[in-house]
């Protein structure tokens, strides 16, 4: 099972990441958790978002990248979901708590950056994989394995053709995924 996290706080605005769900929505084994629409207040339910999270192979995280992090409330999706005690330290039997331990995780993320902005010597100073840092370590941090990155730069400026590309990449790329889950 892919769970796939997908955070836009205006996805009505968003040409890239609508192209990129419409691309996997229908795919076998693939649960889309649109966290905007879920919780509009900001009132995460815990307790079912760690369940789905136990029960799947792959957690997917599709967002657009807002100021080098991830929007707000996955952010705090973050800070709830992946709790002391169940995803890393120690559970109240004092046993290690890694209920991720094993998982793989996705980050599918679009910029509004052409890739040449995230290099050294770019816009941003620092590469994409310096911008990746605090997602892959939270993924180890959790104990997942942390997957090659799916990156759809320059969205604004991605044109008809490109952005069918990308998204056939991506369905492709979660498709691979599906089959190795267990």
Same mark, same amino acid.
């Given at each position: 099972m892919i769970t796939l996290i997908h955070a836009h706080p205006y996805p009505a605005h968003s040409r890239v990441n609508r192209a990129l769900l419409d691309a996997v929505r229908d795919l076998p084994g693939v649960q889309v958790r649109d966290l905007y629409t879920l919780y509009p207040d900001f009132h995460i339910d815990v307790r079912a978002e760690q369940d789905l999270l136990a029960g799947s192979a792959?957690? &997917?995280l599709q967002h657009p990248l807002h +100021?080098?992090?991830v929007p707000a409330l996955l952010s705090l999706w973050f800070?709830?979901?992946l709790a002391y005690g169940w995803a890393y330290g120690h559970g109240a039997d004092g046993q290690a %708590?890694? %209920?991720l331990q094993g998982k793989r995780?996705? +980050? %599918? &993320?679009s910029t509004s950056g052409s890739s040449t902005d995230y290099q050294a010597s770019g816009l941003h100073h620092a590469t994409f994989d310096e911008i990746a840092t605090p997602l892959r370590l939270t993924a180890s941090f959790?104990?997942?394995q942390w997957l090659p990155p799916h990156a759809v730069h320059g969205a604004s400026r991605l044109g008809d053709d490109a952005l069918e590309q990308a998204a056939q990449r991506y369905r492709s790329l979660l498709l691979a995924e599906a089959g190795a889950s267990p």
């Open positions: 792959t957690i &997917v +100021w080098y992090h800070e709830k979901v %708590a890694r %209920a995780m996705l +980050w %599918a &993320v959790c104990g997942m």
